[in-house]
Nanobody, 124 residues
Framework: QVQLVESGGGLVQAGGSLKLSCAAS????????MGWFRQAPGKEREFVAA????????DYGDSVKGRFTVSRDNAKNTVFLLLNVLKPEDTAVYYC?????????????????WGQGTQVTVSS
């Protein structure tokens, strides 16, 4: 059984930064691509970023490209998401997820395991 636990969320002013972490247990993350998604109240879960197993390739959603950075430390079994230049519209619960895909899929259905999420709130 895989467990993914996100941390690092919080309240930040617009223009600020946060760094989210996703720690895994029960499985070696080095064997899996990982993704980050977010969901705001009343909206569908949205793709944010993904990274391949070795970290050599990444993909970002259009709304965060150039502001967010996904990375991973396989030795620590952890994936990170650095959020820069935050905007109020970035407010959401952020989830990490694990996929067996060889690439960086954007679809929610391509991911096999999910964390419980961490709240990010950006004030204007």
């Amino acid at each position: 059984q895989v467990q993914l636990v996100e941390s690092g969320g919080g309240l930040v002013q617009a223009g600020g930064s946060l760094k989210l972490s996703c720690a895994a247990s029960g499985r070696a993350l080095s064997s899996y691509a990982m993704g980050w998604f977010r969901q705001a109240p009343g909206k569908e879960r949205e793709f944010v970023a993904a990274i391949t197993r070795g970290g050599g390739n990444t993909d970002y959603g259009d709304s965060v490209k150039g502001r967010f950075t996904v990375s991973r430390d396989n030795a620590k079994n952890t994936v990170f998401l650095l959020l820069n230049v935050l905007k109020p519209e970035d407010t959401a619960v952020y989830y990490c997820a694990l996929t067996s895909s060889d690439y960086t899929p954007r679809g929610v259905g391509s991911y096999d395991y999910w964390g419980q999420g961490t709240q990010v709130t950006v004030s204007s």
